[in-house]
């Protein structure tokens, strides 16, 4: 397993590139972090990013069979030494989420009590008893359906009994115990610090090791969690299992029994309390519906029983105090607030200032300047206010009106949202909406500030005057001049063409990202037919909801105007049609560092562009060159590396495309 710092940079890397991947590609990726977490017990990535990833494929292609083969393992590798076992029911795996709103939601699927244990960080086991109560066959997980008969290593775990005493009655199988093989923390770090990352490694070494006295000399234990097979008369309850177990000389986790769901996330709270305090490694908490015929009405999909949650732990939290509440518009024309807190460490960074999303949200939260909070940064990355835990100083105060070009506009409240009465009198609003056309057309040198120069000169007011921009008007603006006037011209003539989905992207619709922009295209064709559909025609398509459906046939009226101006500048084709320059360099990206020898860096980006070619300001991992300029080049005196030099060779290192050239070989690309 790679070190914290190893796999925090890969759980980093990997998320950027996430928007960019192809499900092809999401697919390779969740089934190889999938197998190096429960095949070689050596992760990569963390967690929270390998959720993302799988939700990133599961948006992406909801049948994907790589969603299906999810789980403890994706294939039952073949142990030498360990016979199959094959699993009477499926070990399936547990759904999981990392907010309050999800486990609410989750908590209103059924009736009755529910039961809340920790998730111990260890094995999943399972043991058969005959009859009798004598211990028949003990099997690792495998891929769910078969795994390897580790019976002679679980009889050397003393926590495990080789006969039952009171054991219910059961069927002609017998009885089936779960649970979870861990290593002991105490036992972990006075022992085994140092020859194992972790006590999860070491556990899962010693319960594979060949020799059964070998692997009892370990000392592993383990937490009964569930038995199968017993008189349901007996047994009907979570609870019911949990006393038949200990009764049956197991050891059990805390348990409690929740009456109200809407407690839940309270008593979350409560068991991250009760987890630290074990001497095991738990990475979330399991809350089940108690009664099994509630848990069989709920049943099951192929990966999780829809019964059971786990909440997964965020990873570090942190505590600050809330200095002030600024308020900002969006794209869409909404005004939301954001906390600024007093500087705090948490996940390797310094959190200043957290997004509350709406002001429904900030309410609901409590929050105010004053009030001390409790922040995450959510999946590992994105900062997040958990909870108010004391309360603020000074009430929250939304704002009623906003300023505007010629004066102030008033604010709209609409449920949990406050919105600007005339979003386009917004200069700020008008400066998101066209950057973000810019951004999605892939145009540069459309900076926050020169966008800002070009609104307030009255040159630009929306995206389809990008395209119509006067040479001389442009030139005579402060700090631009004949030159930069022309590279604008030339960035807007060389993205004339545009494909369908790009175009609905860049239109900032609601709900209309990326992904929902390749469906519609996919299955309507062209821009009239989408323009024509109702919410009923949408929301009948795969992967559309009613919401969605809703924003897209909205937005789609509100932008006429945009959309009719735009139609005057641009053609939308398919991305096969769009132009070929027969360049090598079509439809490539190409990033340039240090000084080149030959052409200025811009006159080189032009040329790339000239060619149908994209030149991106950073190194990612989907980029094609990174073209080293040849005077003082590392790659020709061996000189130090360019920083932009250092991340390509990493992404190389990690498997990514790029490929390096010296400004010699991309003058040979260019055919010059
Ligand atoms: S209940 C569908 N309870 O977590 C499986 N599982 O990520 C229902 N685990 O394979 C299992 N602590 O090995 C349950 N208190 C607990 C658990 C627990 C750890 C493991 C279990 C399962 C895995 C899913």
Redesign the pocket.
């Known amino acids: 397993m790679g070190s914290p710092a190893h796999i925090a940079d890969n759980s980093s890397a990997l998320k950027n590139r996430l928007p960019a991947l192809e499900v092809k590609e999401l697919e390779q990726l969740v089934r190889h972090h999938n197998a190096l977490y429960w095949d070689k017990a050596a992760p990569e990535i963390d967690d929270p990013t390998f959720d993302k990833l799988v939700e990133t494929l599961r948006a992406k292609a909801p049948t994907s069979k790589a969603l299906e083969e999810l789980g403890?393992s994706t294939t039952k590798k073949k142990s030498q030494g360990f016979d199959d076992v094959v699993h009477l029911r499926p070990?399936?795996?547990?759904d999981k989420c990392y907010d309050d709103d999800t486990l609410l939601k989750w908590g209103d699927s059924f009736k009755g009590r529910v039961v809340v244990?920790?998730?111990?960080d260890g094995l999943?086991c399972s043991i058969r008893y005959g009859k009798q109560g004598e211990i028949v066959l003990a099997g690792t997980?495998g891929d769910g359906k078969t795994g390897d008969n580790i019976l002679a290593n679980v009889k050397g775990i003393k926590d495990i009994p080789h006969a039952l005493k009171n054991a219910p009655g059961c069927s002609s199988d017998g009885l089936e115990i779960r649970g979870?093989v861990y290593m002991r923390i105490s036992r972990f770090n006075s022992t085994y610090k140092g020859e194992k990352s972790n006590p999860r490694n070491l556990a899962a070494g010693a319960l594979k090791t060949k020799d059964p006295l070998e692997s009892a000399a370990y000392g592993l234990s383990f937490f009964a969690?569930?038995l199968l097979g017993a008189d349901p008369k007996e047994v009907a309850s979570e609870s019911e299992k949990h006393s038949a177990l200990q009764r049956m000389g197991f050891a059990v986790?805390p348990l409690e029994l929740i009456e109200n769901h809407k407690e839940l996330p309270d008593v979350f709270r409560r068991f991250v309390d009760v987890c630290k305090g074990m001497d095991v490694e738990t990475d979330g908490v399991?809350m089940k519906a108690d009664l099994l015929s509630e848990q069989e009405r709920l049943g099951a999909t192929a990966h999780?029983?829809r019964y059971?949650l786990?909440y997964k732990f965020q990873g570090e939290s942190a505590q600050s105090v809330v200095t002030a509440i600024e308020w900002g518009v969006a794209r869409t024309g909404t005004v939301n607030p954001v906390c600024v807190i007093e500087p705090v460490f948490v996940s390797g960074v310094t959190v200043t200032r957290i997004s509350l999303h709406n002001p429904g949200y900030a309410k609901k939260l409590g929050i105010g300047v004053g009030a001390r909070v409790e922040i995450v940064r959510r999946g590992g990355v994105i900062p997040h206010v958990e909870r108010v835990l004391s309360p603020p100083t000074q009430p929250l105060v939304l704002p009623t009106e906003w300023p505007v070009v010629g004066g102030r506009t008033a604010l709209i409240a609409d449920g949990d949202f406050l919105c600007l009465a005339e979003p386009e009198r917004s200069v700020d609003v008008v400066v998101a909406r066209v950057a973000h056309f810019t951004k999605v057309i892939d145009a540069t040198g459309f900076g926050e500030k020169r966008l800002l120069q070009l609104i307030e000169s009255g040159l630009v007011s929306q995206p389809a005057d990008l395209y119509a921009l006067d040479k001389k008007r442009l030139a005579a603006l402060d700090r631009m001049g004949g030159l930069s006037a022309q590279n604008l011209l030339d960035e807007m003539n060389a993205r004339r063409q545009l494909t369908l989905p790009v175009l609905l992207t860049a239109l900032g619709i609601d709900d209309c990202g990326p992904t929902v922009a390749e469906t519609l295209a996919e299955t309507f064709h062209s821009l009239d037919a989408i323009r024509a559909l109702t919410v009923k025609d949408l929301s009948a398509v795969h992967g559309i909801g009613d919401t969605t459906a809703t924003s897209i046939v909205n937005g789609l009226r509100k932008s006429a105007p945009l959309i009719d101006a735009l139609l005057q500048q641009v053609s939308v084709v398919e991305k096969e049609k769009i132009r070929d320059s027969g360049s090598p360099l079509f439809g490539k990206s190409v990033v340039f560092t240090g000084s080149m020898a030959k052409m200025d860096r811009k006159s080189a980006q032009k040329k790339v562009q000239g060619a149908g070619g994209k030149t991106p300001s950073s190194v990612t991992a989907d980029l094609d060159f990174l073209v080293i300029g040849d005077e003082g080049s590392a790659l020709i005196a061996g000189g130090e590396k360019s920083t932009k030099h250092k991340a390509a060779d990493k992404l190389i290192a990690k498997g990514s495309k790029v490929k390096i050239i010296s400004e010699t070989d991309f003058i040979a690309l260019l055919g010059e």
Request: charged share 25%; no cysteine.
């Open positions: 403890e070990m399936l795996s547990l244990t920790p998730k111990i999943a997980r979870e969690y569930d986790m399991v999780h029983p059971a786990a």
